[in-house]
């Protein structure tokens, strides 16, 4: 069996200038939902010119389109209050209320925007396209997406990127942003680097939306390509980021690239065993094998502390699993999940007749720049939607699709109503343009020794170890900043490319390095565990002293700059009524 | 361990669709042959996007993944104790 393959992959280049400048009203950074969806808004909101830049190409690459594209969506059938309070409850309590309360309650025209674009979902054999979260009671998610044969992932992101194109949404593949450009304290652009031929783009814009996803900090799952790149271009004009100590996790095979499954299977009656061949889930969570993803993850971590594992395995010969899979998921599902399932099979491995190596695995940052309610970061112009947003803790399938749906209409229509409003910025000049083209190259323009493929696997060394990323303590948080800032400052004279490949590669291992570092810090400064977030040394949840947002930010020579937040609870339409 | 496996010239027509949708970007036109290549394997991450796209099935993954950063592989401890 072979994947439908999406829509149109190629696309045109919008204008560009001799000498290599794009004039626009707003540009996007990102082409996944939220840049899309951005990009949309903005054009139905009476733009007249908005290009929409990505480091891959357009839409294609994005972790939209990797997804499986299982959103929930809240119609008017469904029971807003119960799903807002066990969203807020899942989140433990750090969510920004307005936004989760508006994104679930506008969720239901966003679908149905979609199906008058022609997307619809295929039903279940029970006659519902919807199925549960795992980990959840109530959450239900739409999992089936298809659009002109298209499913997946795939379907979702080319409904909206095709209404893009045919509102005169101009599109520039290939192109890796390496700096904002500003002028008096706002943004009014940014360049880039053309990852084939290795010149340099300047893009003068009134407006600029960041949707660069998040930070995988290289790992696999289809989003290594998620470099926190949105993360470094926000920190260095001065936003606030927020969240960072947040790191979801889930599980996986080791060996393929299954991931982000076994809460769906676990449902269907799917098991993990331990070394010894016993079930250890419900030792650590009541909630046992149905457990949130990160909760399986953390009970492995403490598993192996007392000799259980690794190796652990995931069962997947439960009978009702496998009727599923092959009534549904076989037949209707698409993405690299199905593609996998078909490949083993062929070389003669069955994940149905015996269980396989399954291992706790470290997915994306939730954390990311802090905006207001529409989207607007610290920094006037500057906009930011998709995962490159700060989402709440704890990552659950189907979350992070919708919210990315809902920030991104949000960001371009907001973005629109500043641009409108704001003085034509072009009279002004730009403050920073010599030196941003300037840091855009300087890799390749180094005669270093250091290759960017090392410091990525330097940083992996320092983020990915257990007492780092699933049960961190203050001690070994303190070793891995100390690494993490000596590899800074000798990246800052050793790093060095020597092609437009690895000039990318170098933006890349430059934003992840930022990013490890504020999770770290982050991580450090929440003195409690909560969620993703579970802390060796505080391993209780505090509610009385951390109902709190850690808020980071360029402090200047080096620095970060920490901010701690009360959440404003009593504003917000659920308090935390302890327990 | 093996990742994106090959591109079988004799099937590949140099159209660039793998090239284009290549998250990780380690494709490249071959400037010679006019025929897609495989330019920085080690940093394929397995996502059958090159494969899914291909007109002409010239590309192949294997579903064995390289070796990925995981929680257990290593732990963070100070010099002194190794």
Request: overall charge positive; some cysteine.
């Given at each position: 069996?072979?994947?439908?393959?999406?829509?149109?992959?190629?696309?045109?280049?919008?204008?560009?200038?001799?000498?290599?400048?794009?004039?626009?009203?707003?540009?996007?950074?990102?082409?996944?939902?939220?840049?899309?969806?951005?990009?949309?808004?903005?054009?139905?909101?009476?733009?007249?010119?908005?290009?929409?830049?990505?480091?891959?190409?357009?839409?294609?690459?994005?972790?939209?389109?990797?997804?499986?594209?299982?959103?929930?969506?809240?119609?008017?059938?469904?029971?807003?209050?119960?799903?807002?309070?066990?969203?807020?409850?899942?989140?433990?309590?750090?969510?920004?209320?307005?936004?989760?309360?508006?994104?679930?309650?506008?969720?239901?025209?966003?679908?149905?925007?979609?199906?008058?674009?022609?997307?619809?979902?295929?039903?279940?054999?029970?006659?519902?396209?919807?199925?549960?979260?795992?980990?959840?009671?109530?959450?239900?998610?739409?999992?089936?997406?298809?659009?002109?044969?298209?499913?997946?992932?795939?379907?979702?992101?080319?409904?909206?990127?095709?209404?893009?194109?045919?509102?005169?949404?101009?599109?520039?593949?290939?192109?890796?942003?390496?700096?904002?450009l500003h002028s008096q304290g706002k943004v009014c652009g940014a360049v880039g680097v053309d990852r084939m031929t290795g010149e340099t783009l300047t893009f003068k814009s009134r407006g600029v939306v960041i949707a660069t996803a998040d930070c995988s900090f290289g790992n696999t799952g289809c989003i290594g390509h998620s470099t926190g790149d949105g993360y470094k271009l926000a920190y260095d004009m001065g936003a606030r980021l927020t969240n960072m100590?947040?790191?979801?996790?889930?599980?996986?095979?080791?060996?393929?690239?299954?991931?982000?499954?076994?809460?769906?299977?676990?449902?269907?009656?799917?098991?993990?065993?331990?070394?010894?061949?016993?079930?250890?889930?419900?030792?650590?969570?009541?909630?046992?094998?149905?457990?949130?993803?990160?909760?399986?993850?953390?009970?492995?971590?403490?598993?192996?502390?007392?000799?259980?594992?690794?190796?652990?395995?995931?069962?997947?010969?439960?009978?009702?699993?496998?009727?599923?899979?092959?009534?549904?998921?076989?037949?209707?599902m698409t993405g690299f999940v199905t593609q996998m399932f078909e490949e083993l099979k062929r070389q003669g491995i069955d994940p149905f007749e015996r269980p396989m190596e399954w291992v706790p695995l470290m997915r994306t940052i939730r954390g990311g720049i802090r905006t207001d309610m529409n989207c607007m970061t610290d920094i006037p112009g500057l906009f930011a939607a998709g995962t490159a947003q700060a989402l709440d803790p704890n990552g659950l399938?189907?979350?992070?699709?919708?919210?990315?749906?809902?920030?991104?209409?949000?960001?371009?229509?907001?973005?629109?109503?500043?641009?409108?409003?704001?003085?034509?910025?072009?009279?002004?000049?730009?403050?920073?343009?010599?030196?941003?083209?300037?840091?855009?190259?300087?890799?390749?323009?180094?005669?270093?020794?250091?290759?960017?493929?090392?410091?990525?696997?330097?940083?992996?060394?320092?983020?990915?170890?257990?007492?780092?990323?699933?049960?961190?303590?203050?001690?070994?948080?303190?070793?891995?900043?100390?690494?993490?800032?000596?590899?800074?400052?000798?990246?800052?004279?050793?790093?060095?490319?020597?092609?437009?490949?690895?000039?990318?590669?170098?933006?890349?291992?430059?934003?992840?390095?930022?990013?490890?570092?504020?999770?770290?810090?982050?991580?450090?400064?929440?003195?409690?565990?909560?969620?993703?977030?579970?802390?060796?040394?505080?391993?209780?949840?505090?509610?009385?002293?951390?109902?709190?947002?850690?808020?980071l930010k360029n402090g200047g020579n080096g620095n970060i700059a920490t901010e701690i937040e009360p959440v404003p609870l009593n504003k917000y339409k659920l308090d935390y009524r302890g327990g | 361990m093996k990742v994106i496996q090959l591109i079988d010239t004799a099937l590949c027509k140099g159209c660039g669709s793998c090239v284009e949708v290549c998250p990780m970007d380690i494709l490249r036109i071959d400037t010679i042959s006019g025929l897609a290549?495989?330019?920085?394997?080690?940093?394929?991450?397995?996502?059958?996007?090159?494969?899914?796209?291909?007109?002409?099935?010239?590309?192949?993954?294997?579903?064995?993944?390289?070796?990925?950063?995981?929680?257990?592989?290593?732990?963070?401890?100070?010099?002194?104790?190794?």
């Open positions: 069996m072979k994947l439908e393959s999406s829509g149109s992959i190629f696309t045109k280049r919008g204008r560009i200038a001799k000498d290599n400048t794009i004039d626009t009203d707003l540009l996007v950074i990102g082409s996944g939902l939220g840049g899309l969806w951005s990009a949309w808004a903005a054009l139905d909101s009476g733009l007249n010119r908005v290009a929409i830049v990505d480091k891959c190409s357009i839409g294609e690459s994005s972790q939209s389109k990797m997804s499986a594209g299982a959103t929930v969506y809240c119609t008017k059938r469904d029971p807003f209050d119960l799903w807002f309070k066990e969203l807020v409850e899942q989140q433990k309590y750090l969510s920004r209320q307005d936004m989760v309360e508006d994104m679930l309650k506008t969720s239901g025209q966003l679908l149905e925007k979609q199906k008058e674009w022609g997307l619809w979902y295929e039903k279940m054999p029970w006659g519902s396209p919807t199925l549960h979260v795992g980990g959840t009671k109530n959450l239900k998610m739409h999992v089936l997406p298809r659009y002109k044969g298209i499913g997946g992932g795939g379907a979702i992101v080319n409904v909206i990127k095709d209404q893009v194109l045919a509102k005169g949404g101009e599109f520039y593949s290939k192109v890796m942003i390496t700096g904002l100590e947040f790191w979801g996790s889930n599980t996986g095979s080791p060996q393929y690239s299954f991931e982000s499954i076994s809460d769906t299977a676990a449902n269907f009656g799917c098991r993990f065993y331990n070394n010894k061949g016993q079930y250890f889930t419900h030792k650590y969570t009541s909630a046992g094998d149905k457990a949130e993803p990160f909760k399986i993850a953390q009970a492995m971590a403490d598993e192996a502390e007392n000799g259980g594992g690794p190796p652990y395995y995931f069962d997947m010969r439960s009978l009702a699993w496998r009727l599923g899979y092959q009534l549904v998921l076989k037949r209707k399938n189907g979350i992070s699709t919708v919210r990315a749906m809902w920030s991104g209409q949000q960001a371009g229509r907001q973005a629109a109503r500043y641009i409108n409003g704001s003085y034509d910025i072009k009279a002004t000049g730009v403050d920073n343009l010599s030196e941003a083209r300037s840091l855009a190259v300087k890799p390749l323009k180094n005669s270093g020794a250091i290759k960017p493929v090392e410091v990525i696997g330097l940083i992996q060394m320092i983020v990915f170890p257990y007492n780092i990323s699933l049960k961190k303590d203050s001690k070994s948080l303190l070793m891995a900043i100390r690494a993490i800032r000596n590899l800074k400052s000798v990246m800052e004279i050793e790093l060095a490319a020597d092609s437009p490949h690895e000039l990318s590669k170098a933006h890349e291992a430059m934003n992840m390095t930022l990013t490890a570092e504020l999770y770290l810090t982050a991580s450090l400064l929440r003195e409690e565990s909560r969620g993703d977030h579970y802390r060796e040394d505080y391993q209780k949840t505090d509610n009385k002293n951390w109902l709190k947002w850690i808020n | 290549k495989i330019a920085f394997l080690q940093e394929c991450q397995t996502c059958y996007q090159c494969m899914v796209v291909c007109p002409t099935d010239a590309v192949s993954v294997c579903p064995r993944r390289k070796k990925i950063p995981m929680p257990f592989n290593y732990k963070m401890e100070d010099d002194e104790n190794g």
